[in-house]
C-alpha cells in the first residue's frame, strides 16, 4: 500500500512572464513570488522559509569585457567557496538555460547559519554576460527546486 503524489504540471508552479529592458530578459517567475529591481539586479523572491532564508533567482546583466565566461565562473567558485562555510561544490557543467547555452555551477554552504543550495549560471552572448543566481534552502522540499527549474526553463535574453 502507498499514497499517490500529486505531481504539479509545470505551467501550475509558474507566475505571469515578466520582461525588463535593463536586464534584457524575459521569463515566468514561480508562482506567487515577487519581482522587484534593485541596482540593476532583477531579482525574483519567495516566501521565508523556516529558518528565514528566502528563495529566489536574481538577474544580472553586464558587459562582457575582456573575460571570458571560464574567467567568470572561475572566479565566481572562489567567491563562493570564501564566502560559504562548510562549501561544497556540487556540480559544474554546461547546461541549457531556456534556449540559450550556459555554464552552470551548484553549490551548498552555510552563511549566517542558513544551509542552502546555490546555482550559479554564467550565459554570454554576443558582447554580454548574464549571472543568473539561485539560491534554495539545502534541506526540506524538493518544491523550491522544481519551481526553480521550470522558471529557469522559460528565460529569454532579448539583447541582441
Not at 505531481?7 to 519581482?35: H, I, Y
Not at 571560464?70 to 541549457?96: C, N, T
Request: charged content about 30%; overall charge negative; glycine content about 10%.
Amino acid at each position: 500500500e502507498g499514497t499517490a503524489a500529486v505531481v504539479p504540471r509545470p505551467d501550475d508552479l509558474l507566475g505571469d512572464r515578466v520582461s525588463d529592458d535593463g536586464v534584457a530578459v524575459s521569463f515566468r517567475p514561480p508562482k506567487g513570488w515577487s519581482v522587484a529591481k534593485k541596482s540593476g539586479v532583477l531579482e525574483a523572491s519567495g516566501t521565508p522559509e523556516a529558518d528565514g532564508l528566502r528563495p529566489s533567482i536574481s538577474i544580472l546583466l553586464v558587459p562582457r569585457g575582456p573575460l571570458t565566461g571560464a574567467d567568470y565562473i572561475s572566479v565566481l567558485k572562489e567567491e563562493d567557496a570564501r564566502a560559504l562555510q562548510d562549501f561544497e561544490l556540487v556540480g559544474d557543467g554546461p547546461r541549457d538555460v531556456g534556449a540559450e547555452k550556459a555554464h552552470e555551477i551548484v553549490c551548498r554552504g552555510t552563511r549566517a547559519g542558513r544551509t542552502a543550495a546555490l546555482r550559479q549560471l554564467v550565459v554570454e552572448k554576443g558582447e554580454n554576460l548574464w549571472l543568473i543566481s539561485t539560491f534554495a534552502p539545502a534541506r526540506g522540499s524538493e518544491a523550491p527546486f522544481q519551481a526553480l527549474d521550470e522558471s529557469l526553463r522559460t528565460l529569454e535574453l532579448t539583447a541582441r
